[in-house]
């Protein structure tokens, strides 16, 4: 069974950035490569606009893949499509997930390999750009297209599911508009459509990665937020309180 069709989008642009684009950092694979890396990076649309956040996002970065008390997901688009989370057995454990990259060019091969390290530093998710995914494994293909129906889409993910869970998918980048990009603008674009296929939706805040639409300035490090948001969606149940 196939899932809605996630587009990303472009913001119109502005006085202060022409091109809007996605940000991604180049990281090692282990994940404490990764969480040094990401803290030294650190220093016309078809879309309507995602409205923008309307609290604070003080939400500390999760250090294991467990809730530390019930709720939801935080700051969520709710104009957003649900998307399925890969089978899991909430037990803390690591969900393994490929992205095949085997049809791509040089280029966005090695920014797949980039978001996939920046996904991987979440306690729940190990997140691997292969060159083809093995049979029976969490999969997701990635292609190039030069270009989509919607002009003003740069990127876009489609999952197909069974039941409650994810069983695959496909991210497609469109590479009329994101060979125009900055290498920091298409990873953005490449970060959140996997987050996309990792079970993320939209959020409201305009900042972030995972809003409907990002540009060039863009930060590609998904936030904290985005982190315990899988934890949300992957984690261990938060443990009854004692008395």
């Not at 969520?76 to 089978?87: L, M, R, S, Y």
Request: a negative charge; proline letters at 7%.
């Amino acid at each position: 069974m196939q899932d809605p069709l996630k587009l990303h989008c472009r913001r119109p642009p502005s006085p202060s950035y022409l091109s809007p684009r996605r940000l991604e950092p180049v990281l090692n694979s282990t994940k404490a490569v990764s969480l040094v890396a990401i803290t030294l990076i650190l220093a016309t649309s078809a879309c309507d606009a995602a409205p923008a956040s309307t609290g604070s996002d003080a939400v500390a970065h999760p250090t294991q893949c467990a809730l530390l008390r019930g709720g939801g997901q935080h700051d969520v688009d709710p104009e957003d499509t649900p998307e399925k989370p890969w089978p899991h057995r909430r037990d803390g454990a690591e969900v393994i997930v490929g992205f095949e990259t085997g049809g791509l060019s040089g280029r966005y091969e090695k920014l797949v390999r980039e978001a996939a390290s920046i996904w991987s530093v979440s306690p729940c998710i190990q997140a691997i750009a292969v060159e083809e995914c093995k049979a029976g494994g969490n999969c997701v293909f990635v292609e190039e297209r030069f270009s989509a129906r919607d002009r003003g889409t740069d990127g876009e993910f489609r999952g197909r599911g069974a039941g409650p869970f994810r069983t695959g998918g496909t991210i497609t980048l469109y590479t009329g508009l994101l060979d125009r990009s900055s290498d920091n603008g298409a990873l953005a674009t490449v970060v959140h459509e996997m987050g996309h296929a990792l079970g993320l939706v939209h959020r409201g805040n305009r900042e972030t990665v995972m809003n409907a639409e990002t540009d060039d300035k863009t930060n590609a490090v998904p936030d904290a937020v985005d982190f315990t948001n899988l934890v949300v969606i992957y984690g261990a149940p938060a443990a009854a309180p004692s008395g």
